[in-house]
Structures are given as structure tokens and as C-alpha cells.
T-cell receptor, first 116, second 113 residues
Framework: AQTVTQSQPEMSVQEAETVTLSCTYD???????LFWYKQPPSRQMILVIR??????QNATENRFSVNFQKAAKSFSLKISDSQLGDTAMYFC?????????????FGQGTTLQVKP | DAGVIQSPRHEVTEMGQEVTLRCKPI?????LFWYRQTMMRGLELLIY????????DSGMPEDRFSAKMPNASFSTLKIQPSEPRDSAVYFC???????????FGQGTRLTVV
């Protein structure tokens, strides 16, 4: 069975600074996908970034980038130039290749507070 | 498209009552997922459907929980009888085959008193 662990329940960062959220996972699968989802106070789950395990290049989406270390089973999210709108809970998620993209295993989440 | 639509947005009910949560997936999506979010357990997959057929209900916690998808545009999650420990946010999500992303509704916050 797959597990996803986010060891930082809460974090804070000053506006315009950089913050890194940690995620580790456990799986015996060799092909899979990893995701970061954002959940703002509105409760809406928003996909931030997606990484395919067979791609060595780290995914990037504007101010969001990941550090994917497959051997270490680590998948951290870096947010650069933090903005007040980044305040949210962030979830790391795992999907086995071959499964549908909605069949996700989530970590417990990290609440991020961006301070002005 | 309006996205995945869930109703109601909030539900407060008394212990022992039947509760029905509703979901309308994005048109054309053939996968539908029900998740539950609690502080203790985070986000858990309860059940998912493909082409209106339940594929995996291993996450459904008890027989008190049931889910149906009578057609491609509607699904329900029912709890009967409800208990205080069922209090949570319930999310519906939809997707397509080979999609790179699932789309979530805004969730229903259920409070059982």
C-alpha cells in the first residue's frame, strides 16, 4: 500500500520570500505520479503542480517548483516570491500509473500562512 | 462548464437522520470520486465510479454509507443513520480516461449533532 507523509502541519512565510513544503511517500511502484494540491479557505481543491515519476526533470509552474528525489521518495514544493493569495492548506498526493487521475492518496496537509 | 457542482454546501442534521449529498460531475467526464476530509484522517477516497458503475468502494467506512450514480450527470452519497463522527467535508471529483487532472467540487460540510 502507498502512503504519503507531510511532516509539517503548519508553516509561515513572509510575503515575497521563498518557502519549501516537504512530502515523502512510500511505494513499491516504479511508475506513478505525484501532485501538489492547494486548498484555500474557500475549500476548493486546486491542482498546483504535477510530476511524472519517470521524468527526471523537476516540474515547474510559474512561482511553484518541485524537488523530486525518486530514490529518497521525496517530493517537496517550493513557492518563490510568496503572495498573500498563497495562504492555504497544501496537500501532496500520489497516483499509481494506470489508475485514473482522480484516484489519489493524500498526505495530511500543510497549512501555509503568508504574512504581509 | 460550471465545474463539479455539489449540494448542499452546508448540512446540519441530527444524529440518526438520513443525509443525502449530491454531485453533478463535469459534462463528458466518465469517472466520479467521493472523498471525505477530516482533521484526523485527512482526505480519504470513499468510492469511485466509471461510466456510472461503482469500481471500488473499499473506502466506504460502514454499511451506513451508500453511493449511487443513476446516470452520467448525477451521483449521491447517503448516510443512514448519521452519527456525529460522520461530521466532515465531503468532496466529489470528476475526471476522464487519460486525464492529467481531476476536478473537485467545493465540498459539502456535514455537521451531525
Amino acid at each position: 500500500a502507498q502512503t504519503v507523509t507531510q511532516s509539517q502541519p503548519e508553516m509561515s512565510v513572509q510575503e515575497a520570500e521563498t518557502v519549501t513544503l516537504s512530502c515523502t511517500y512510500d511505494t513499491s511502484e516504479s511508475n506513478y505520479y505525484l501532485f501538489w494540491y492547494k486548498q484555500p479557505p474557500s475549500r476548493q481543491m486546486i491542482l498546483v503542480i504535477r510530476q511524472e515519476a519517470y521524468k527526471q526533470q523537476n516540474a515547474t509552474e510559474n512561482r511553484f517548483s518541485v524537488n523530486f528525489q525518486k530514490a529518497a521518495k521525496s517530493f517537496s514544493l517550493k513557492i518563490s516570491d510568496s503572495q498573500l493569495g498563497d495562504t492555504a492548506m497544501y496537500f501532496c498526493a500520489f497516483m499509481k500509473r494506470g489508475d485514473n487521475t482522480g484516484k489519489l492518496i493524500f498526505g495530511q496537509g500543510t497549512t501555509l500562512q503568508v504574512k504581509p | 462548464d460550471a465545474g463539479v457542482i455539489q449540494s448542499p454546501r452546508h448540512e446540519v442534521t441530527e444524529m440518526g437522520q438520513e443525509v443525502t449529498l449530491r454531485c453533478k460531475p463535469i459534462s463528458g467526464h466518465d469517472y466520479l470520486f467521493w472523498y471525505r476530509q477530516t482533521m484526523m484522517r485527512g482526505l480519504e477516497l470513499l468510492i469511485y465510479f466509471n461510466n456510472n458503475v461503482p469500481i471500488d468502494d473499499s473506502g466506504m467506512p460502514e454499511d451506513r454509507f451508500s453511493a449511487k450514480m443513476p446516470n452520467a450527470s448525477f451521483s449521491t452519497l447517503k448516510i443512514q443513520p448519521s452519527e456525529p463522527r460522520d461530521s466532515a467535508v465531503y468532496f466529489c471529483a470528476s475526471s476522464t480516461y487519460r486525464a492529467t487532472e481531476a476536478f473537485f467540487g467545493q465540498g459539502t460540510r456535514l455537521t451531525v449533532v
